[in-house]
Every structure is written in C-alpha cells, then in structure tokens.
C-alpha cells in the first residue's frame, strides 16, 4: 500500500531542494573565488615584500641619506649613512642652513594632511619625498633630491 501524495507538497519539496542546490553551487564557485582571490593577494605580498627589500638594498648602496615614512610619518627604515649623522633611526640628522629642516617640514605636511607631498630639500617647492641633506656634505650633494615616482 501506498500513501496519498499531495501533489502541492511534493512540488514545494522538489522546489526546496532545488533551490538548495542551487544555492550549494553558488556558494562553490563564490569559495572558489575566493580562494584564487586569496592566492592572489599572497602572490602580491611576496612580489611587495621582494621589491621592497630591493628597493632598500638600493637606499642601502647610495651614497647620501635615505629613509622611508610609513603611511603615519614615522621612520620605518635607514639606510647606513643616516647613522654617520645620527644617533638614531627616531631622531633626524641636523640640516644644512639652506635646505629645509626635516622634522619642521614632516611636522606641516602631518597638519595638512599631506605626509608624501614634502617640498624638496632645495627649497624650490616641487612635490616628492626629500632626503634633506645634513650639514657636513660636500656643498655639491647639499641638494641633492630624492624624489619617489
């Protein structure tokens, strides 16, 4: 013997797991997505670790001064020649009387909210990151601007 089958109720059923199902399968292909969007985002931090450390080595080969900020204005790297000046990676070499002075100038852009648009070591306005010289250079590299791209 059989049991009465309402026809309404078997279709909400079918409906019900159909709907399931469909939903099953959106849920994959989104997890799949992102999983690749996470092995992505893994790639790309190793690529960014990779050409950081290059473009440190690079700060690290110059012959003059140079650091970098971090997104909040702090110091988070020096290369070897910052320390013939300073004492420390938190406190900034004396400037020459010419350029201007580092954490004056770190300090305006803070306020205005600007901390990678400093004005050029040589005073002549132009936006960029500056490696302000110190004092006791040859008067030749006393200008010398880095400026990051």
């Given at each position: 013997?059989?049991?009465?089958?309402?026809?309404?109720?078997?279709l909400l059923k079918?409906?019900?797991?159909?709907?399931?199902?469909?939903?099953?399968?959106?849920?994959?292909?989104?997890?799949?997505?992102?999983?690749?969007?996470?092995?992505?985002?893994?790639?790309?931090?190793?690529?960014?670790?990779?050409?950081?450390?290059?473009?440190?080595?690079?700060?690290?080969?110059?012959?003059?001064?140079?650091?970098?900020?971090?997104?909040?204005?702090?110091?988070?790297?020096?290369?070897?020649?910052?320390?013939?000046?300073?004492?420390?990676?938190?406190?900034?070499?004396?400037?020459?009387?010419?350029?201007?002075?580092?954490?004056?100038?770190?300090?305006?852009?803070?306020?205005?909210?600007?901390?990678?648009?400093?004005?050029?070591?040589?005073?002549?306005?132009?936006?960029?990151?500056?490696?302000?010289?110190?004092?006791?250079?040859?008067?030749?590299?006393?200008?010398?601007?880095?400026?990051?791209?």
């Amino acid at each position: 013997m059989t049991k009465p089958v309402d026809p309404e109720i078997l279709l909400l059923k079918v409906k019900t797991f159909y709907n399931l199902q469909e939903q099953n399968i959106a849920m994959k292909k989104t997890q799949q997505s992102l999983e690749l969007e996470v092995k992505g985002r893994r790639e790309s931090q190793v690529t960014l670790k990779s050409q950081i450390d290059h473009f440190h080595l690079m700060l690290e080969s110059l012959p003059q001064i140079a650091f970098t900020l971090n997104e909040n204005g702090i110091v988070d790297f020096v290369n070897v020649k910052w320390y013939e000046y300073s004492d420390s990676e938190k406190h900034f070499p004396e400037t020459h009387p010419d350029d201007f002075n580092i954490t004056e100038e770190l300090e305006r852009c803070r306020k205005k909210k600007e901390p990678s648009k400093w004005k050029s070591g040589s005073k002549t306005g132009k936006p960029g990151i500056t490696a302000t010289i110190c004092s006791g250079l040859h008067p030749y590299m006393r200008k010398t601007v880095l400026k990051t791209g």
